[in-house]
Structures are given as structure tokens and as C-alpha cells.
């Protein structure tokens, strides 16, 4: 009897606890891909694979509060995750893209922008598990990863729709790189989707968008995601306007 008390008691964990886990280490496939993918030339397939990484990055949080199964090792893994997919892939996809033949000032760039992601990330991280925290706030303090991954692929969305990918010089696609590194570490807020609301009203009409979105996302990728960079550029300029109005989450 007293060896069965002292043995450790046996804790099984149900596979669909493990759901949010493996949906960000496939959002870390997916990243890691797109680099292959762009080195090897597939530009567009990369392209596809980042935006995959950035939707996979939208569901596994919320699955893990939806399922009660956040873990510091989940948590851990996601930034990790980010940093992959919205820091090193959407600089080393351009870098191959159109900024091999800028010999170091391209690299530079690449450089400048893959550590301001993981200075977001870190500051992010350090705010959220601070007791001082603006969580309740519909801002966050500068670009976030996933979103800055996204205005970083501008110019590529660009020679995608005009199918020349000599459109626009290396010399602009890598101020651009580093203009949005900035961004990201910048004290700009910018606005929170997750603390966004909407009356029941309104719902059947954002459903509609939504299904408009992915009509026009799929008949034309390429302009519809240049129009969705814009008008979130136009969101983050008009979040710094009116930066005084509203208290900031980090």
C-alpha cells in the first residue's frame, strides 16, 4: 500500500487541449515554408503562407480561452511563433524577392526590420504580465508583429497586381522595410480588433462584409489585400491623430 501512495499519480490531458498548441507549430510550419518557398523563387506561394501564418496566429489564442487550456509553455511558444512568422519570414521573402542585388544596405533593412519585431514582441511581453497593464484599453502602443508582417508586403501586392516585379527599386522597398520596423517600435496606438464590439444589429452586416471579403480575396487576392494595407495604414495614421484622446494597451 505504501508504494502505491508514493508512486506519482498518473495525469492524462485530452488531445483537444493540445488543439491551440498545434495550431501555432503549424503557423511556425507555414512560416517556415514561405521562406523555402521564396528562396526558391515561388513568390506568390510564400506570400499565400505568411497570410496563412497570420490567420493561424489569430485562432490559436482564442482557442486556448475558448477551451480553458492556456499554459505558460502555450504562451511562450506563440511569441516565439510571431517572431518567426512576422519578423524573420516576411523580411527574408522580400530580401529574396527584390532586395538580393542591394548587396548590404538591403540586408540592413532586413535587419532593421526583423529586430523591431522582436523588440515589439518583447515589449508586449513584459507590459502584458505587468500589473500596470491597459488591457481593458482598445488600443495597442505601436504596429503589432502580425500586422507590420502585413504593410511590409505592400510592394509585393503591388508587383503582384501589375505582374512586373521590377515595378519598384530595391532602394524604396528597403527605406519602406525599415519605415515599418519603426513603426512597430513606435509609441503610435494603433487600434485593438480584439476589444472591438458591435451591437446584434449590426452583426448580420459584418457577417455580410465578411463574406464580401473573402468573395473579393479570392477573385482578386492582389488588389483587395493593396486596399485592406491602405486602409489600415489610413487607421494607424488616423490612431496617431487622435493618440491624445484614448489611453493605450501595450
Known amino acids: 500500500m505504501d508504494d502505491d501512495r508514493n508512486q506519482p499519480q498518473r495525469t492524462d490531458l485530452p488531445v483537444v487541449m493540445l488543439l491551440p498548441n498545434v495550431v501555432t507549430i503549424a503557423a511556425i510550419c507555414a512560416g517556415m515554408s514561405a521562406i523555402r518557398f521564396g528562396f526558391e523563387g515561388q513568390f506568390k506561394a510564400a506570400v499565400i503562407l505568411i497570410l496563412v501564418a497570420c490567420i493561424l496566429d489569430g485562432l490559436d489564442g482564442r482557442l486556448a480561452r475558448l477551451l ?144 464580401f471579403l473573402a468573395a473579393a480575396l479570392l477573385t482578386h487576392t492582389w488588389a483587395t489585400l493593396i486596399v485592406l494595407d491602405l486602409i489600415y495604414a489610413g487607421g494607424v495614421l488616423w490612431a496617431w491623430l487622435s493618440r491624445n484622446k484614448t489611453p493605450t494597451a501595450p
Open 68 to 211: 480553458k487550456s492556456e499554459s505558460q509553455i502555450g504562451a511562450e511558444l506563440d511569441s516565439l511563433a510571431d517572431f518567426v512568422n512576422f519578423g524573420v519570414t516576411p523580411a527574408l521573402v522580400i530580401y529574396a524577392w527584390g532586395l538580393q542585388g542591394t548587396n548590404s544596405a538591403g540586408w540592413i533593412a532586413v535587419l532593421v526590420f526583423a529586430i523591431s519585431c522582436v523588440m515589439r514582441l518583447a515589449r508586449f511581453n513584459i507590459d502584458s504580465k505587468s500589473e500596470i497593464s491597459g488591457a481593458k484599453s482598445d488600443r495597442f502602443v505601436g504596429v503589432p508583429a502580425p500586422a507590420g508582417a502585413f504593410l511590409v508586403l505592400l510592394p509585393m501586392f503591388v508587383s503582384f497586381f501589375f505582374n512586373d516585379p521590377d515595378l519598384i527599386a530595391p532602394g524604396l522597398i528597403g527605406a519602406y522595410m525599415i519605415c515599418i520596423g519603426l513603426l512597430m517600435i513606435s509609441r503610435i496606438p494603433t487600434f485593438s480588433f480584439k476589444k472591438a464590439r458591435v451591437s446584434r444589429k449590426m452583426a448580420k452586416f459584418l457577417l455580410l462584409g465578411f463574406a
